[in-house]
């Protein structure tokens, strides 16, 4: 129910204005993002390279109805590419095609997308592109199948709560396309998604074998002691080097994990959101642990 909520919440554009805009939001928010500026996530970057954790980072921003501000978002994206690159930055980024202007037109966001992708692939660099609420899955995967016959640079992320997936995932391995592997962030109806987490969960521990062995580099993006022990089993049983997938964990949870696999020697990858458009990906967040909310309403009444 308070799942439900927040993730109804994440969806409300007035709510977003005001929480944006409130001192109280953005000290909030920076317990899970970077900060306002580029500057400041290149910063965070650093420090977590000096970890042996590389890092994915994400311009905030999703859903622009505006022509001009899907072009401004793939601009910024080059820009965050070359910034990468200059500061030997190990990373790479992730984009939303909302934020590209998916809901405006397919053929903008994806000349946006190519745009993006071609910088990245100068300095043979990964470009994500995350998976948003289902309505989206469809186009998500066929404009990255279609893109990666020309940017190997490009891959996507699949959402175990789908009912769908397993069908996604074997397009995807037959397309040599990249994978990070999650439950899903987003409300979905029962018709189409589990409506319960241990199904989610188990639907997780059933993908991670095929992945694992034949998979290009996946990403095991989980908070979730179990789904992590689970994959480190299944490598070590079949003998999958350590080299040849990611763990991805986010900005802000779980630092104690990334730092144990880092040192362990897992490849990590941490997600660095930054910006200033924090409010959908906060209120995901919160719809994750019910404790991020009283930590919210916590600073809420220091005031
Ligand atoms: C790198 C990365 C990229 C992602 N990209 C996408 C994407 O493109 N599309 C998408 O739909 N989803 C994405 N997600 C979110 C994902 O779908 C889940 O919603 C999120 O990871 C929580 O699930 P979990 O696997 O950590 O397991 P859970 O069972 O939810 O959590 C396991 C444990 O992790 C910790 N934890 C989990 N979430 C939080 C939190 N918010 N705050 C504090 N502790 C927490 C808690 O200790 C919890 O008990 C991404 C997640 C990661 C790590």
Same mark, same amino acid.
């Given at each position: 129910m308070l799942k439900e909520s927040m993730l109804y919440l994440a969806r409300q554009d007035a709510i977003r204005q005001l929480a944006q805009n409130n001192p109280i939001g953005q000290r909030v928010a920076r317990r899970f993002v970077?900060? +306002?500026?580029?500057?400041?996530?290149?910063?965070?970057?650093?420090?977590?390279?000096?970890?042996?954790?590389?890092?994915?980072?994400?311009?905030?921003?999703?859903?622009t109805s505006d022509e001009r501000e899907a072009r401004a978002a793939a601009d910024d994206y080059v820009a965050i590419v070359e910034r990468i690159h200059a500061e030997g930055v190990e990373g790479n980024i992730s984009v939303k095609l909302t934020a590209l202007g998916l809901d405006i037109s397919e053929q903008l966001c994806r000349d946006n997308l190519a745009r993006v992708l071609r910088c990245a692939q100068q300095y043979g660099m990964f470009v994500r592109v995350d998976m948003e609420a289902a309505d989206y899955t469809?186009?998500?995967?066929?404009?990255?199948?279609?893109?990666?016959?020309?940017? +190997?640079?490009?891959?996507?992320?699949?959402?175990?709560?789908?009912?769908?997936?397993?069908?996604?995932?074997?397009?995807?391995?037959?397309?040599?396309?990249?994978?990070?592997?999650?439950?899903? &962030?987003?409300?979905?109806?029962?018709?189409?998604?589990?409506?319960?987490?241990?199904?989610?969960?188990?639907?997780?521990?059933?993908?991670?074998?095929?992945?694992?062995?034949?998979?290009?580099?996946?990403?095991?993006?989980t908070h979730d002691e179990r789904m992590?022990?689970?994959?480190?089993?299944?490598?070590?049983?079949?003998?999958?080097?350590?080299?040849? !997938?990611? !763990?991805?964990?986010?900005?802000?949870?779980?630092?104690?994990?990334?730092?144990?696999?880092?040192? &362990?020697?897992?490849n990590v990858r941490v997600y660095v959101p930054y910006g200033s458009q924090w409010y959908p990906y906060l209120t995901r967040r919160m719809a994750e642990r019910p404790a991020n909310l009283m930590f919210v309403l916590s600073n809420a009444l220091r005031g």
């Open positions: 970077a900060g +306002e500026s580029l500057d400041l996530a290149i910063q965070v970057a650093h420090t977590l390279n000096r970890q042996r954790i590389s890092v994915s980072l994400d311009h905030l921003g999703e859903n469809q186009r998500t995967v066929d404009m990255v199948v279609e893109l990666h016959h020309t940017f +190997e640079n490009v891959g996507t992320v699949i959402q175990t709560a789908l009912f769908r997936t397993p069908e996604d995932v074997e397009r995807l391995l037959s397309e040599r396309v990249r994978m990070r592997l999650v439950k899903g &962030a987003y409300l979905e109806p029962p018709t189409i998604a589990y409506a319960h987490k241990a199904d989610v969960d188990n639907a997780y521990l059933r993908l991670l074998p095929s992945l694992l062995e034949r998979g290009v580099y996946p990403a095991i993006a992590i022990n689970a994959a480190i089993g299944v490598a070590h049983e079949r003998d999958i080097p350590r080299a040849r !997938f990611e !763990f991805q964990m986010l900005y802000g949870i779980r630092r104690d994990l990334q730092e144990r696999l880092a040192t &362990a020697g897992y």
